[in-house]
């Protein structure tokens, strides 16, 4: 067998093998507890240690990953919805190790959607199956368009802080998802913390309250320390990861990132990115009725 063929064999083996894409939505029940901030550099962590990433903007609002990765898309999910242009093309490819899709306005044209454009639209994310992780950067709150990202993905991340608004409001939105889905994969991570002690403390309240009133199962995924290396990298338009490395968040999101990438949770598996989105469009489908 020739170079060439042996290599090819070796690329479909290697296909063949590679698991469907895990979708992990982060989301928060609040604004302003540094939940996209996270999801930037988890997904960068995630990418150093091997794994293939895309980070979904779902934020409809506000298109924060663009300000913190310091770029401005010329194409976003509206343009693929509309038949302009493949997902392949307006997926970013930065410097960080990541691929980014924006999704801007595009969401909100799903609803609208005839059949042969939802066969189109499904088509074309058959293309880009192929990462690790899709990380979806949903928006705060407990609003319908939040609930649908988080909901047709295979594993929530709820991002809060110690701060007893956020505290609640992270109650708020396991609340909403437990009211819509009972098997979620919920997993928690407390954002600003001042100690180790205070982290542990913030979960297990989240953790106790979800499960005494819900019935909820809530894992505590970790903590990130209140880091003034944070600010200055969200100033600067460059994600605190790679600005400071040896920070105490940076270290934080590594520990976070070594954790779901099956070191401590070991049993998730994706259902892949066609899957996300056929969630999505039906979640969409449910929310016009």
């Known amino acids: 067998m020739d170079q060439a063929a042996n290599l090819r064999r070796l690329v479909l083996e290697k296909n063949e093998k590679k698991s469907p894409t895990r979708t992990i939505a982060v ?12 999801a930037v550099s ?28 310091g770029i401005i898309p010329k194409y976003n999910l509206y343009h693929v919805i509309k038949g302009k242009k493949k997902l392949k093309d307006i997926v970013i490819d930065v410097p960080e190790g990541i691929r980014i899709i924006a999704g801007a306005s595009g969401f909100h044209q799903l609803a609208n959607l005839d059949q042969k ?35 047709s993905a295979d594993e929530i991340i709820v991002v809060t802080t110690p701060e007893p608004t956020a505290i609640t409001d992270a109650y708020g939105i396991i609340k909403s998802i437990a009211s819509q889905s009972t098997d979620k994969v919920i997993r928690l991570i407390v954002n600003r913390v001042q100690s180790v002690a205070e982290g542990k403390r913030v979960a297990q309240r989240v953790i106790n309250i979800a499960g005494q009133f ?3 199962k809530v894992e505590n995924l970790g903590f990130v320390f209140d880091d003034m290396h944070v600010g200055k990298s969200v100033r600067n338009q460059k994600p605190f990861i790679i600005s400071y ?3 105490k968040a940076a270290g934080c999101v590594n520990m976070i990132a070594n954790r779901i990438a099956n070191r401590d949770f070991g049993t998730q598996k994706g259902s892949g990115l066609i899957s996300f989105f056929r969630n999505l469009l039906g979640a ?6």
Not at 27 to 38: D, P, R
Not at 53 to 68: F, K, Q, R, S
Not at 121 to 146: R, W
């Open 27 to 38: 989301t928060s029940g609040k604004g302003g507890v540094g939940k996209t901030s996270l």
């Open 42 to 69: 988890l997904s960068i962590a995630l990418a150093r240690n091997g794994s293939s990433v895309t980070l979904l903007d779902a934020d409809l609002g506000l298109a924060n990953i663009n300000v913190i990765l």
């Open 117 to 151: 454009q939802r066969d189109d639209f499904i088509h074309t994310i058959a293309e880009i199956e192929s990462d690790d992780y899709l990380i979806i950067d949903t928006g705060a709150g407990v609003g319908q368009n939040v609930l649908s990202f988080v909901i």
């Open 214 to 216: 819900l019935n909820v």
């Open 245 to 247: 490395p040896k920070s």
């Open 284 to 289: 969409y489908d449910e929310d016009e009725e």
